[in-house]
């Protein structure tokens, strides 16, 4: 569904979806991310990537929404958590 919506509407209609995804299956959004091939999300996790003092796996994508948040505030008028 999320892939749907943002090849239907674009990224920032797919961002509420995006941010379940993470939170639900942090692997099927590192795959989906490949699959995107958007030039911006995956200049923002690459960012992510380099800036999360996580395990380097996929389950650190769970924090990838509130990073996101601080990393781009102007997003939360895109309901990412509304």
Known sequence: M?????L???LDAAWPLLAE??????S???TL???????SLNALRQRFDAEF???G????????????LLAKPA???HSVVN
């Open 28 to 30: 099927r959004f590192a």
């Open 8 to 10: 239907e509407s674009g």
């Open 53 to 55: 003092l996580g395990a």
């Open 33 to 39: 991310l490949g699959t995107l091939r958007d030039a």
């Open 75 to 77: 997003l939360v008028s």
């Open 57 to 68: 796996e996929d389950e650190d994508y769970v924090w990838f929404p509130a990073w996101l």
């Open 2 to 6: 999320t892939e749907a919506r943002y």
């Open 21 to 26: 995804l993470t939170w639900l299956s942090p």
